[in-house]
């Protein structure tokens, strides 16, 4: 099983649409996790934080589920603006070292 | 925006030649990452460092070093360099093992 994976899309959803991705994790030991945002020839910036069950931001919405070790991000009334890949994080944390894993991101495309 | 910059932004070099990449940053952050992204990988970590003169390989390390003789500078060589590492190359920075990370804005190399 892959440490991160994520529905590579896309997505292709109407302005005002909601919309759900999942992220599946492998390391039961991670205690946080991340949403970025990437656009076209951009770098990742980060979208949302989860440190516990989930967090909410607007029309944005994380939850974790621990047991069954996946991440989601909800998108309320989507926009033409938010039409970008979604990328899920998980850091490994292993001791002193650490690193983050990436899911290969999920394509969103908002349409009129 | 974090003080994290990448240089060159832009390069392009034959074969077997010596290539350079710096990742510079100001926010005195513990954690430094450089990640490589091509279409249908995402990101995949290379190398990363958990301190000055502390380093580990990533997934993709082949034909990589790294060197982080102080904290704020993060130096990425690739020693002979071959089409394949032909790539966009990010750099990010992060405070400890749980926090969000932050990304310069990428380096597009090319090898020809």
């Known amino acids: 099983r892959k440490e991160v994976e994520q529905d590579p899309g896309p997505f292709n959803v109407p302005e005002g649409a909601t919309v759900a991705f999942n992220c599946t994790y492998s390391n039961s030991a991670s205690q946080s996790f991340f949403w970025y945002r990437q656009d076209c020839r951009k770098e990742p910036k980060l979208l949302m934080s989860?440190?516990?069950s989930g967090n909410e931001d607007g029309r944005f919405t994380a939850q974790l589920n621990r047991a069954s070790q996946y991440i989601s991000l909800l998108i309320r009334d989507s926009k033409l603006s938010d039409s970008a890949t979604y990328l899920c994080?998980?850091?490994?944390?292993?001791?002193?070292?650490?690193?983050?894993?990436f899911g290969t991101g999920t394509r969103l495309q908002v349409t009129l | 925006d974090a003080g994290i910059t990448q240089s060159p932004r832009h390069k392009v070099t034959e074969t077997g030649t010596p290539v350079t990449l710096r990742c510079h940053q100001t926010?005195?952050?513990?954690?430094m990452y450089w990640y490589r992204q091509d279409p249908g990988h995402g990101l995949r970590l290379i190398h990363y460092?958990?301190?000055?003169?502390?380093?580990d390989k990533g997934e993709v390390s082949d034909g990589y070093s790294v060197s982080r003789s102080k904290t704020e500078d993060f130096l990425l060589t690739l020693e002979s360099a071959t089409s394949s590492q032909t790539s966009v190359y990010f750099c990010?920075?992060?405070?400890?093992?749980?926090?969000?990370?932050?990304f310069g804005q990428g380096t597009r190399l090319t090898v020809v």
């Open positions: 989860v440190y516990s």
């Open positions: 990010a920075i992060s405070n400890s093992v749980n926090t969000e990370a932050f």
């Open positions: 994080v998980v850091p490994d944390p292993g001791g002193t070292a650490s690193k983050l894993t």
């Open positions: 460092s958990y301190g000055v003169k502390d380093t």
């Open positions: 926010e005195n952050h513990r954690y």
